[in-house]
């Protein structure tokens, strides 16, 4: 055959090839895809509902566990309405305001946990499918708590922390308290100690919380200390920019 006849051949070919493979349109869909909203084991809503019929299978879902029935009914002071039982997520909502305290005690632990996750229902609820992520793969490395806003160090005094705040040398949760130990029980589950106590952090989920088109991460964070009975929940959305860099968007406590 021709060898001018086979060398123009080829160069059409490679031609076609560069302008099908090289020039071609992205995909139609992808680069814009839709990051939804989603939950992680820290989402404990469901265990703590009265009934085991209440399925969480989407997010429009979330929806039926403000009205569930708690597995128990809480009676709350310095509410709204005075001494309150609370016994839903809703009764939450519309009686609760501040910082109230339980009647009993010995309950304030199981009403942290209610709060917390009616707060983190709420907060799934309002929450928006994202258009990007800058979230790491390992949100709970060892090193993240020199990442970590300092919002999140280990909080018992309320003046020390105010005081923490207003440091400006000051400007992670390991500045604050630093890690002295790690523990790693799940993707989603983390403990970092520190020499006064130490903190079980764990995901809630995933969302745009702010509708900045940025998905930001939902975290529970569980302070302990050491040798003593102290006990605290707060709930933290956190986002990261292209840089990298940690932002606190809201803490509920």
């Given at each position: ?9 080829t ?19 992808e ?24 399925t ?38 519309t ?27 709420r ?13 790491p ?21 309320t ?24 523990e ?34 939902f ?35």
């Open positions: 055959m021709n060898t001018k006849f086979l060398a123009s051949i160069m059409t070919l490679f031609l076609c090839s560069f302008w099908i493979v090289g020039c071609a349109a992205p995909i139609v869909g680069a814009n895809k839709n990051i939804p909203v989603s939950w992680d084991t820290g989402f404990s809503m469901l265990s703590l509902l009265d009934s085991q019929d209440v969480l299978n989407s997010v429009d879902d979330l929806e039926k566990l403000v009205d569930a029935t708690w597995y128990a009914e809480v009676d709350v002071i310095n509410t709204k309405v005075g001494k309150a039982a609370l016994g839903s997520c809703h009764d939450y909502f009686k609760v305001k501040g910082t109230p305290r339980t009647a009993n005690e010995n309950e304030m632990s199981a009403y942290l946990e209610l709060k917390i996750m009616c707060e983190a229902t907060l799934l609820m309002n929450a928006k499918d994202s258009k990007e992520t800058f979230l793969r390992n949100v709970l490395g060892e090193t993240m708590p020199k990442l970590w806003p300092k919002a999140m160090a280990l909080r018992i005094s003046e020390e922390s105010r005081r923490d705040m207003e440091n400006t040398e000051l400007m992670s949760m390991n500045d604050v308290t630093p890690i002295v130990k790690y790693s029980h799940s993707k989603s589950k983390a403990a970092y100690f520190n020499k006064g106590g130490y903190q079980e952090v764990e995901i809630i989920g995933r969302g745009d919380a702010n509708n900045d088109g940025v998905e930001d991460i975290l529970v964070v569980r302070d302990h200390v050491e040798g003593g009975d102290y006990f605290n929940m707060r709930l933290f959305i956190l986002s990261v920019d292209s840089k990298a860099s940690w932002h606190l968007i809201k803490e509920i406590e």
